[in-house]
């Protein structure tokens, strides 16, 4: 069964950094897409980035140059630095495996605020 | 970036109504169009993908069409389970957008 679980939100403050994990079974994370999307309180959804399988990576306007995504495949895990965080950046934040141009696959979501 | 608009942004049916989405690309996207399914709280559920393919395990009462710029999410029988939000999403591009979101309530 496939499974993503992601941890490391939490509360923090403009200026500062998290580092998101999300942790896959069922599927090994360095042969498929994986991207993070985010959902801010009461918003829509919103890519963030995409890691395809031979390590390119993508990030929308609003996070290129903060943000990097990467992976770990001894731990078949994958991770989203957040650097120079802002008030805008507070969401849920979720992992998701692409599957033919599609999400079929999420994490439960994890919980970034961006407060002071 | 392809821009992806919704309509209706909510609407209100009953329980065995017939209700349509539609999702407008501000290009055409071919048929790199998924639907989405989303309760408070939940992560999003995949529903059709490549426009018209129903995903495994999604009741039958789901349907989608469309191609090039104009897409339509269909549920034929509005059952107690369906209010939640929907979303349609673009994945034509590198970076994939997402529609604003049509909520569907309980009239």
């Known amino acids: 069964e496939v499974q993503l679980v992601e941890s490391g939100g939490g509360l923090v403050q403009p200026g500062g950094s998290l580092r998101l994990s999300c942790a896959a079974s069922?599927?090994?994370?360095?042969?498929?897409?994986m991207s993070w999307v985010r959902q801010a309180p009461g918003k829509g959804l919103e890519g963030v980035s995409v890691i395809y399988s031979g390590s390119n990576t993508y990030y929308a306007d609003s996070v290129k140059g903060r943000f990097t995504i990467s992976r770990d495949n001894s731990k078949n895990t994958l991770y989203l630095q957040m650097n120079s965080l802002r008030a805008e950046d507070t969401a849920v934040y979720y992992c998701?495996?692409?599957?033919?141009?599609?999400?079929?696959?999420w994490g439960q979501g994890t919980l970034v605020t961006v407060s002071s | 970036d392809i821009q992806m608009t919704q309509s209706p942004s909510s609407l209100s049916a009953s329980v065995g109504d017939r209700v349509t989405i539609t999702c407008r690309a501000s290009?055409?996207?071919?048929?790199?169009l998924n639907w989405y399914q989303q309760k408070p709280g939940k992560a999003p559920k995949l529903l059709i993908y490549?426009?018209?393919s129903l995903q495994s395990g999604v009741p039958s009462r789901f349907s989608g069409s469309g191609s090039g710029t104009d897409f339509t999410l269909t549920i034929s029988s509005l059952q107690p389970e369906d209010f939640a939000t929907y979303y349609c999403q673009q994945s034509y591009s590198t970076l994939w957008t997402f529609g604003q979101g049509t909520k569907v309530e309980i009239k």
């Open positions: 490549a426009a018209s």
């Open positions: 069922g599927f090994t994370v360095s042969s498929n897409y």
């Open positions: 290009q055409s996207i071919s048929t790199y």
């Open positions: 998701a495996r692409d599957v033919a141009a599609a999400f079929p696959n």
